[in-house]
């Protein structure tokens, strides 16, 4: 079997996505190194607030087909990434974005079958574009469990950061609060968290623990803030050996992400190893292909 022009072309092609989608990812982690600028416009502070109360209609619901275990599940999703959106709003959302990109697939292919001229822009583009994000759409489970696990890595990092701290200010005559204050400039992910737990500590400690927990909702969350509490009713040197029991367990949960990703990544060494020699055969052998084939043709 000889191989086409048209079946390199789309090699080529998938060649080109898979060095695209390596350069987004590469961009997407240095621009996570970068420091994030406290949001300076009120406004904006309450934009995700305000969506996580918003009611949506149930007649809307019924229409695009939204069930009460779906709405559970994305809830459970969107809390965990730390999004506050209400779930039924994202999943009619959703599902209201997907059929308007299954509309933009099918307007593309006519646009190009039949030469209706729906767009301005080429209907090959729209197709794709379309289509690209129908598939995230679709797959926006698997992107949020994802982002879960990513933003559960980063607590585990910054409540382990929290935890050497206290551990330094053991011997300090400073109270709970006083230390736990010390270590705000630390955090980033949980800062805002940690912040409202520090704010709301003299009013009621307790309640703040339990918000705090509730905010962040990972198991580190949980155990970090019973382990606070425990210190806080009996600040004794046996609950600071509790602290460090707590801190040998996230360090054991770091290394094991860490060794997860590196595993990721030689995978994807592997991978990109293989692309100079696909391109290797299309540069120098497909030419010596075309002339046997042409070679074939004519003894036919």
Avoid at 32 to 39: A, L, Y
Avoid at 138 to 158: G, N, P, S, W, Y
Avoid at 169 to 194: D, G, I, W
Avoid at 237 to 250: A, M, P, S, V
Wanted: a positive charge; aromatic letters at 12%; one cysteine or more.
């Amino acid at each position: 079997m000889i191989i086409g022009s048209t079946q390199f072309y789309w090699v080529q092609v998938g060649l080109n996505v898979i060095l695209y989608l390596f350069i987004a990812v590469a961009i997407y982690c240095l621009l996570e190194q970068i420091p994030v600028r406290k949001k300076r416009w009120r406004v904006f502070r309450y934009t995700g607030g305000a969506l996580s109360h918003r009611i949506v209609p149930r007649g809307l619901l019924t229409l695009m087909l939204v069930s009460g275990k779906a709405i559970e599940e994305k809830g459970q999703l969107l809390h965990g990434c730390g999004i506050q959106v209400e779930a039924a709003l994202y999943e009619t959302a959703r599902r209201i974005m997907l059929l308007v990109l299954f509309i933009g697939i099918w307007a593309g292919y006519m646009d190009l079958r039949l030469g209706f001229a729906v767009s301005l822009i080429n209907p090959v583009y729209v197709m794709l574009g379309s289509g690209i994000g129908s598939i995230l759409v679709l797959f926006d489970t698997k992107l949020l469990i994802a982002m879960k696990e990513q933003r559960a890595h980063r607590i585990v990092k910054e409540i382990y950061i929290i935890s050497h701290h206290l551990l330094y200010y053991q011997e300090s005559k400073m109270n709970l609060h006083a230390k736990l204050s010390r270590c705000e400039p630390k955090t980033r992910t949980v800062r805002a968290a940690f912040h409202s737990m520090l704010n709301e500590w003299y009013h009621d400690a307790e309640t703040a623990i339990s918000a705090f927990k509730q905010r962040l909702g990972t198991d580190e969350s949980y155990s970090f803030g019973e382990t606070i509490n425990a210190l806080r009713l009996h600040e004794h040197e046996d609950y600071y050996g509790l602290l460090r029991q707590r801190i040998q367990d996230y360090k054991e949960k770091m290394e094991l992400v860490r060794e997860s990703r590196k595993e990721t990544v030689s995978y994807m060494l592997f991978i990109l190893a293989g692309l100079p020699i696909l391109n290797t055969f299309r540069v120098f052998m497909y030419p010596w292909i075309v002339e046997g084939q042409r070679l074939f043709n004519s003894i036919n």
